[in-house]
């Protein structure tokens, strides 16, 4: 597993705080992050792949200083947004998952099997020639995926991943989250998803209130709620 560590970190976007010396050291296989509505979960994710730089204090992947090193980081974090169409960049589901590996330069064999490979593993092998935008919302959250994953990260970070599905999509977008060999973060307000996963953060107000098994972080997080 990779070790993503936030030392000292804080946050503000202009004059609002939304963390507050937040200390982390992530080595778990599958941790989850869980917390009310804008207690600074996003800023927090966004953070491990250099999308938001902190005010205060680093963020490291492996060591390095992502606010440094965010080309080197995004190769081996791959960000899973809410919304898969502020991910789909193509025009076609095949060419959407190649768009990563062309601009990692591997040659076009080499991509097309790979690519090949991602659709099959995600369900998409038949629409690979139709428009990306033509596909149903938990397609499109499958295509999201199997575009950052055809990169093979060592980490996947996905901010709240089954948040625009339904029940039965939003299982199978967990199902794969969970058996994924890679290191993974969810931000969620699914709490089912996180079931079997080794390790919860709670957040309140930007500061970490609970980080357990999930069975603990969990009832303090109801408790929190009620
Ligand atoms: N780019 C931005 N500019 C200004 N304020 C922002 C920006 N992004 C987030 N915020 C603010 O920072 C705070 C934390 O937001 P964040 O998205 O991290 O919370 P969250 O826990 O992910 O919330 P939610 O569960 O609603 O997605 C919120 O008050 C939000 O309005």
Not at 73 to 99: H, K, L, S, W, Y
Not at 149 to 162: G, I, K, R, S, Y
Not at 175 to 197: A, C, K, S, Y
């Amino acid at each position: 597993m990779s070790r993503i560590e936030f030392l000292g970190v804080s946050h503000h976007f202009g004059e609002r705080p939304v963390l507050h010396e937040v200390d982390l050291d992530l080595v778990e296989h599958r941790v989850g992050v869980v917390g009310a509505n804008g207690s600074g979960k996003s800023t927090l994710a966004r953070m491990i792949n250099g999308l938001v730089t902190p005010s205060r204090g680093q963020v490291r992947v492996d060591g390095l200083d992502v606010a440094k090193h965010g080309r080197e980081v995004r190769r081996t974090v791959g960000f899973v947004f809410t919304n898969p169409d502020n991910q789909i960049v193509m025009p076609t589901v095949a060419e959407d998952v190649a768009f990563t590996l062309r601009r990692r330069g591997l040659d076009k064999a080499d991509a097309a099997e790979r690519v090949a490979h991602a659709l099959e593993r995600f369900g998409l092998a038949q629409h690979a020639d139709h428009p990306a935008h033509r596909l149903s919302g938990g397609q499109k959250q499958l295509l999201a995926l199997a575009a950052v994953l055809v990169a093979e990260p060592a980490v996947v970070v996905a901010d709240e991943p089954t948040t625009l599905l339904d029940a039965r999509n939003a299982r199978h977008i967990g199902e794969m989250l969970h058996g994924m060999p890679q290191q993974v973060i969810v931000i969620t307000h699914h709490l089912e998803l996180l079931d079997g996963f080794d390790r919860v953060i709670v957040m309140e107000h930007g500061r970490i209130v609970a980080d357990d098994t999930p069975g603990a972080a969990l009832g303090a997080y109801r408790s929190l709620l009620a």
